[in-house]
Nanobody, 123 residues
């Protein structure tokens, strides 16, 4: 089992940047493909980005492509999401998730989830 804790959320103006961090503990971090998802109030959970176990492969959701970058550091057991050019529609709770399978844009493929961190982008 792996435990995930997100941090780095907050309030930022449109056009600004934030970097989210997800820190993992428990089983070896490199055992898992990792993903970021987000959920806005009243909406379904959406895929943001995913990265393979050693960072060789990445996927990015269409709505954030060119603005958000996912990365990981297996030595530090950390997953990152660099978010640039933020827009009000990026406002959501952001979750990191771990998958014992290959990276995926489907939340059903992920086995472990963090508690989420709130990102609010003001216009």
């Amino acid at each position: 089992q792996v435990q995930l804790v997100e941090s780095g959320g907050g309030l930022v103006q449109a056009g600004g940047s934030l970097r989210l961090t997800c820190t993992a503990s428990g089983r070896p971090f490199s055992n898992y493909a990792m993903g970021w998802f987000r959920q806005a109030p009243g909406k379904e959970r959406d895929f943001v980005a995913a990265i393979s176990r050693f960072g060789i492969s990445r996927m990015t959701g269409d709505s954030v492509k060119g603005r958000f970058t996912i990365s990981r550091d297996n030595v530090k057991n950390a997953l990152y999401l660099q978010m640039n050019s933020l827009k009000p529609e990026d406002t959501a709770v952001y979750y990191c998730a771990a998958s014992a399978r290959d990276l995926s844009d489907s939340d059903r493929q992920y086995d472990y989830w963090g508690q989420g961190t709130q990102v609010t982008v003001s216009s």
